[in-house]
């Protein structure tokens, strides 16, 4: 019976780990410029939401003087607006600062047209509240 048992023990026991190497994408020597950015991490959502985001996209080739086929240099950049600020937040704060501009131009420094503003809101109060 305590054969069987020592027996179950042994073949249950897990092996211990083993250690091996990080995998570097078949690299010896992982630098800077091999390493997942933020971009390109974003790359693939900006991809699918691309008729939500609507990114700018601008590419510029240089070619070499020997032939027109050859990219000497090529610069890729892209940017995404901000729709909720453009669509949402741009036209609060214009209507603020339109409303804003009004007030403004309500307050001229006179007293007597500041005793007639709180006037007529004592007047517009008594008649809200009959």
């Known amino acids: 019976m305590a054969v ?19 995998w570097a994408c078949g690299a010896a020597d992982l630098t800077v410029r091999m390493q997942y950015t933020a971009t390109s991490f974003a790359e693939p959502l900006q991809r699918v939401f691309g008729d939500v985001l609507r990114p700018d996209t601008d590419i510029e080739v240089t070619h070499t003087a020997e032939s027109r086929y050859m990219a000497e240099r090529i610069t890729y950049r892209t940017a995404v607006a901000d729709a909720i600020e453009q669509r949402l937040y ?11 501009e009004l007030l403004r131009r309500a307050h001229t420094g006179s007293v007597h047209r500041y005793l007639a503003y709180g006037a007529l809101g004592v007047l517009i109060v008594l008649v809200v509240a009959r």
Do not use: D, K, S
């Open 4 to 22: 069987a048992v020592l027996a179950r023990w042994r073949f249950r026991r897990r092996p211990a780990p083993a250690r091996l190497p990080l």
């Open 90 to 100: 741009t036209p609060v704060v214009g209507a603020v600062a339109a409303m804003a």
